[in-house]
């Protein structure tokens, strides 16, 4: 199941072609599921501690030092951390925070890209781990025709269970751009790729022109024994400053962000790592 946010208005060329971006570290220039742990913090849902090791978090994950089974743990303890949470207490705290967490950290060589690729009449499909409430917005802020995402299960109670339904997470990326262009028409051999992660190369290698952004080491190994083109991102800008004709999501659309969005990527690698080791 794909979480979907398309955008009619633009005309489709035939053959009709795409380009699929990861959001963190690509688009945006932090972690779209860890920069809320102050404000977490400031609402008491979390303590000190675990403030403290969610920015520990941010920091491995800004570094680039992380190998998968330390990812592994981190995400296990925040999804174990956020399961219980009330969904409307984390909206009220987020509410007042997520545009000024995510407006600022937009980089402007991605906005150009994403309009470049518009420009030339192909659709703009953000493709995330991050949870599909706050992917969602994000991807109308920037135009995006279409969003892949993670979704988390919330209860009946309005709380976080800590399961999730689908999880966009390395192969089922590719899985979930070969999909797109069967049900939408793309020809995936012309069609754009751009990640910062080396857990993105089956997505990567699914289209004919897969791009390496502000890469990890493995990725950039990678796209220079396949060469790959490798782009460095590295001015953030508020995005209503640089692009301010583009659409801004209603204050329920934010608030919907909030609310399984710093849950959802956490979450994810448990059922990737289950539904692995049942296949295997």
Same mark, same amino acid.
């Given at each position: 199941?794909?979480?979907?946010?398309?955008?009619?208005?633009?005309?489709?060329?035939?053959?009709?072609?795409?380009?699929?971006?990861?959001?963190?570290?690509?688009?945006?220039?932090?972690?779209?599921?860890? *920069?809320?742990?102050?404000?977490? +913090?400031?609402? /008491?849902?979390?303590?000190?501690? &675990? %403030?403290?090791?969610? $920015?520990?978090?941010?920091?491995?994950?800004?570094?680039?030092?992380?190998?998968?089974?330390?990812?592994?743990?981190?995400?296990?303890?925040?999804?174990?951390?956020?399961?219980?949470?009330?969904?409307?207490?984390?909206?009220?705290?987020?509410?007042?925070?997520?545009?000024?967490?995510?407006?600022?950290?937009?980089?402007?060589?991605?906005?150009?890209?994403?309009?470049?690729?518009?420009?030339?009449?192909?659709?703009?499909?953000?493709?995330?781990?991050?949870?599909?409430?706050?992917?969602?917005?994000?991807?109308?802020?920037?135009?995006?025709?279409?969003?892949?995402?993670?979704?988390?299960?919330?209860?009946?109670?309005?709380?976080? *269970?800590?399961?999730?339904?689908? +999880?966009?997470? /390395?192969?089922?990326?590719?899985? &979930? %751009?070969?999909?797109? $262009?069967?049900?939408?028409?793309?020809?995936?051999?012309?069609?754009?790729?751009?990640?910062?992660?080396?857990?993105?190369?089956?997505?990567?290698?699914?289209?004919?022109?897969?791009?390496?952004?502000?890469?990890?080491?493995?990725?950039?190994?990678?796209?220079?024994?396949?060469?790959?083109p490798i782009l460095d991102f590295h001015h953030p800008v508020r995005l209503k400053q640089r692009v301010p004709s583009l659409p801004t999501p209603s204050r329920p659309a934010l608030l919907a962000a909030a609310a399984v969005g710093a849950a959802a990527a956490t979450a994810g690698l448990v059922w990737y790592t289950s539904r692995r080791r049942?296949?295997?």
């Amino acid at each position: 199941m794909l979480g979907l946010v398309e955008n009619h208005s633009l005309p489709h060329t035939s053959p009709r072609t795409a380009a699929f971006f990861d959001l963190d570290k690509t688009v945006i220039a932090k972690s779209s599921t860890l *920069t809320f742990g102050k404000s977490f +913090y400031q609402g /008491g849902l979390i303590n000190r501690r &675990a %403030v403290l090791r969610t $920015a520990y978090a941010q920091f491995v994950f800004l570094a680039g030092g992380a190998d998968h089974d330390q990812m592994e743990r981190m995400r296990e303890y925040l999804s174990a951390l956020c399961r219980g949470w009330n969904v409307q207490q984390v909206k009220e705290i987020v509410a007042e925070t997520l545009h000024d967490i995510i407006d600022p950290i937009i980089y402007d060589e991605a906005a150009s890209l994403i309009e470049s690729h518009h420009t030339a009449g192909r659709d703009v499909v953000i493709v995330s781990t991050s949870g599909a409430e706050v992917v969602e917005p994000i991807g109308e802020l920037l135009g995006a025709d279409r969003v892949v995402a993670t979704r988390m299960v919330v209860g009946d109670d309005g709380c976080f *269970t800590g399961e999730v339904e689908y +999880y966009a997470y /390395g192969p089922t990326k590719a899985e &979930a %751009v070969r999909e797109l $262009a069967k049900s939408e028409g793309y020809e995936l051999e012309r069609c754009y790729a751009y990640s910062d992660s080396a857990t993105d190369l089956p997505m990567l290698k699914a289209v004919g022109h897969p791009h390496a952004v502000n890469p990890d080491r493995t990725l950039r190994r990678e796209a220079l024994a396949r060469d790959w083109p490798i782009l460095d991102f590295h001015h953030p800008v508020r995005l209503k400053q640089r692009v301010p004709s583009l659409p801004t999501p209603s204050r329920p659309a934010l608030l919907a962000a909030a609310a399984v969005g710093a849950a959802a990527a956490t979450a994810g690698l448990v059922w990737y790592t289950s539904r692995r080791r049942a296949l295997a």
